[in-house]
């Protein structure tokens, strides 16, 4: 087995989550700021915040990403340099990207960041990935519908490191594909303000159910099957949630994981209690393993409830006017809540088998045989809070402490590579009457409090019979610290990009908006493209053309879905061709297992002639079409999101002949 160590990355809606992470062992913490992440409704990070927390990862040996995974517009990606500057000054480890013009931006004006790849850029195949390497991405987090085969591919086929999500919410389309919360209520989960829609009840056949709800993915089973197939880190999903939850499902990952690469394969076992606790802390109707093994199922969506459903608490067995009695089917702890009428909170502990009985409200009946669940188990949250969030975990740290009579005192403090070495102000005196001991000595240095520090070696060298004031001591030790942490995270710091850069995108992004302005003014004859999605769609065209006696109304352009190529349709591009009209091929959404094979047969079948170009909609097409030396126009269509002047530009460079502006 190789031996490599499997990054843990958790997510961080607040300040609160994210010293929650670290001390329950995450490698390293995504979190949004005050801008351009893709979840608005967190409570986010300040800008100070932000530096704060890139110091105190780096201190602690860990790292810390930035979503900036939202579509920017001009007026928006404007505002980027300025926002990114001091925290890449900081030594910000990378930011995550869904934009493409982001990714131009950050590729040029902080050229020292690593730059991953949101999985909101819908990458599904090795194509894509390989691709965005040759952007100047580092690492990728690919589509979660795939499968382990192909992230295995991504890996093998890239030097690219490759992000999956193992546990919590999943969405029930494509990220970066959906459009239903923008088109049905103005929230775009492209822009950072999805209203989760999936998670409504809709009416099928005269029943109300979730049907678009997803069970959360629970990956722990698979984790042997995650490493091997190359993933280099395990992302937690879960920037809405509370601390006590990123803590707990940062440290249960950490666990396994770290079993996994200490043991193996071999006698790898998640137990039944820890699969308990994370039911009890988060579950929509039980868990999922996502797409890692299966391509699709009904065993994949919670129809039941979009919420967490907790786990089953008391069995009931009858029911008298308001009076409830049954059984208790796990122990129960004072102020855990029942999922009934609302919510019940338990009074006193009670534990498993025993006799349960409780009051409902008036007009609330609970069938015979049923079962009430706990949605909050309190021992539990308790039991988090008091190992995760509280005091921050300790750095082991050596010291040197010298005491010489007649120079300043010195501490050198260690900390993996890094030392700082604080000198008093005030010289060591020889002692006129009473010494002082060194024990008392040791306790004022090793007094490093709510400091990130604790010594696991402390060595003294010092005179006989010295003397040096408390404060001394105390300021020499708060200064050492003080040195050693900047130390820790200056290592990390970057010189910032030319200020004169960032004036000068402000004023591109105006003369582009005045630019297009002035083109769309002067334009006066509009032509219209169409998209035949089957055969009978291409008759109806091919027919309309035929009888209409206008010209009002201009097609120039026919664009047909490449799965309407099954029969033979070689007469209906001969008239489009008579009437001087473009026919193009549209690729499929979503490109896959198979799909290069399908595609290079359909272009295929297409004679020099009848084939004008392609619209693609992926990247994986692109890399593909590439490979192909396809040479005739390539258009990008809607969801190859062109949202501002660096995706204009971006696409340009890598040859587009055109672009279809974004449905959003």
């Known amino acids: 087995m190789e031996k490599r160590r499997i990054e843990i990355l958790a997510p961080a809606g607040s300040y609160a989550s994210f010293k929650a992470a670290i001390n329950a062992g995450a490698d390293a913490v995504y979190a949004g700021g005050p ?10 990070f300040t800008k100070e915040e932000l530096i704060e927390a890139i110091k105190e ?3 602690y040996g860990r790292k810390l990403y930035l979503t900036v995974n939202t579509l920017l517009k001009n007026n928006e990606i404007s505002e980027l340099p300025e926002y990114l500057s001091p925290l890449y000054e900081a030594g910000l480890d990378a930011v995550i990207v869904q934009d493409i013009g982001v990714l131009e931006l950050v590729r040029e004006y902080f050229p020292k960041m690593d730059i991953h790849a949101s999985t909101q850029m819908t990458i599904t195949g090795y194509r894509g990935a390989a691709f965005m390497e040759g952007q100047g991405i580092s690492r990728v987090v690919p589509a979660r519908e795939l499968s382990l085969e192909e992230v295995r591919m991504i890996k093998e086929k890239t030097g690219l490191e490759i992000e999956c999500f193992v546990h919590g919410a999943l969405c029930y389309c494509y990220s970066g594909q959906c459009l239903l919360s923008s088109m049905i209520g103005g929230r775009s989960g492209n822009r950072g303000q999805c209203a989760q829609p999936c998670r409504l009840p809709y009416t099928v056949e005269g029943e109300k159910k979730y049907y678009l709800s997803p069970k959360d993915i629970c990956t722990l089973d698979l984790i042997p099957e995650l490493a091997e197939a190359g993933i280099d880190s395990f992302k937690i999903e879960g920037r809405m949630k509370k601390p006590e939850y990123v803590a707990a499902v940062t440290a249960m990952y950490r666990k396994y994981t770290d079993l996994y690469m200490q043991n193996g394969k071999k006698g790898y076992k998640v137990s039944s209690e820890d699969k308990r606790i994370l039911m009890d802390l988060y579950n929509r109707g039980g868990f999922s393993a996502g797409y890692y093994r299966q391509h699709n199922g009904q065993n994949m969506i919670a129809s039941d409830r979009p919420n967490h459903a907790g786990v089953p608490a008391v069995k009931v067995e009858s029911q008298k006017g308001r009076l409830i009695k049954g059984k208790i089917l796990t122990d129960l702890h004072a102020g855990d809540v029942l999922d009934i009428s609302g919510s019940y909170t338990i009074g006193k502990d009670q534990k498993k088998g025993e006799a349960f009985s409780m009051v409902v409200q008036k007009q609330v009946y609970i069938k015979q045989g049923s079962t009430i669940n706990r949605v909050r188990n309190e021992s539990l949250i308790t039991s988090i809070h008091k190992q995760y969030i509280g005091d921050s975990i300790r750095q082991k740290i050596d010291g040197k402490l010298t005491l010489e009579v007649g120079k300043p005192a010195s501490l050198k403090l260690y900390c993996n590579e890094s030392t700082y070495t604080a000198y008093s102000k005030e010289i060591v005196e020889q002692a006129q009457n009473r010494p002082m001991e060194r024990e008392r000595i040791v306790s004022q240095i090793e007094k490093l409090g709510n400091t990130p520090f604790v010594f696991e070696t402390l060595d003294i060298k010092m005179d006989e019979a010295i003397f040096l004031s408390i404060k001394t001591l ?5 200064e050492a610290v003080s040195g050693l942490c900047e130390a820790l995270s200056g290592k990390y710091y ?20 005045n630019n297009t302005y002035d083109q769309f003014k002067r334009k006066e004859n509009f032509s219209y493209s169409v998209l035949v999605e089957n055969k ?14 206008t010209e009002n109304i201009k097609i120039a352009r026919i664009y047909a879905e490449s799965n309407i190529f099954q029969e033979d349709i070689p007469g209906y591009i001969e008239k489009l061709k008579k009437k001087k009209i473009e026919f193009y091929l549209a690729l499929p959404h979503v490109f896959r297992k198979g799909s290069a094979e399908r595609i290079e047969k359909c272009i295929s079948r297409f004679s020099e002639k009848e084939l004008d170009g392609v619209l693609i909609r992926n990247w994986e097409q692109y890399t593909l079409l590439c490979q192909l030396q396809f040479d005739k126009k390539v258009i990008s269509d809607d969801n190859l999101y062109v949202f501002n002047r660096f995706s204009k530009e971006f696409m340009k460079k890598a040859g587009f002949s055109e672009f279809t502006a974004p449905a959003e």
Do not use: M, P, W
């Open 474 to 478: 105390n300021d020499l030790r708060r």
């Open 35 to 44: 801008k351009f992440g893709a979840r608005a409704y967190a409570d986010n």
């Open 57 to 59: 990862a780096h201190i």
């Open 494 to 513: 970057r010189k910032t990009t030319d200020e004169k850069k960032e004036k000068r995108i402000a004023a591109e992004v105006i003369e582009e908006k």
């Open 536 to 549: 009978e769609q291409l008759s109806a065209v091919c027919a309309y053309l035929e009888k209409r006696e």
